[in-house]
């Protein structure tokens, strides 16, 4: 399993806008945003895709829908709503292999998926 730039952001070897952190899970903004609000919340441990996930992990992917919805309130954005998404490999569009959740909102964000 090979670390990506996220365990450098987790370990803050290198610069990132961290929005919160814990023991399992850290969050923190897209270098790229695609919406006005747009951050990534990852698992402390490296857990390269979705597909790679083991029941041992169920508390940290918990505690990243718990954190979500926290960051979301504190973003202004929960009313409204808000869209998680998590891409898995090739076909999903992942690029880095360290599985992460996207939170988007802030603007109506259209339909879920495009060709
Ligand atoms: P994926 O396509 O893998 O689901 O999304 C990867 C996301 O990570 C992209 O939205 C990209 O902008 C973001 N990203 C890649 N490298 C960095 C980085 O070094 N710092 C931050 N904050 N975001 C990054």
Redesign the pocket.
């Known amino acids: 399993m090979e670390e990506t730039?996220?365990s450098k952001?987790i370990r803050k070897e290198?610069p990132?806008?961290i929005v919160y952190q814990d023991d399992l899970v850290t969050a923190?903004?897209?270098?790229?945003?695609?919406a006005p609000t747009?951050i990534?919340i990852i698992p402390n441990k490296l857990i390269p895709t979705a597909a790679d996930v083991e029941v041992e992990d169920e508390a940290a992917l918990g505690r990243m829908f718990t954190v979500a919805r926290k960051i979301a309130e504190k973003e202004g954005v929960a009313e409204d709503g808000y869209r998680l998404?998590?891409?898995c490999k090739e076909h999903?569009?992942?690029?880095?292999?360290h599985l992460?959740m996207?939170l988007f909102g802030g603007k109506p964000l259209g339909r879920m998926l495009s060709a």
Do not use: K, T, Y
């Open positions: 730039i996220f952001i290198i990132a806008d923190f903004r897209d270098i790229n945003p695609q747009h990534l998404l998590v891409n999903g569009h992942q690029e880095v292999m992460h996207h």
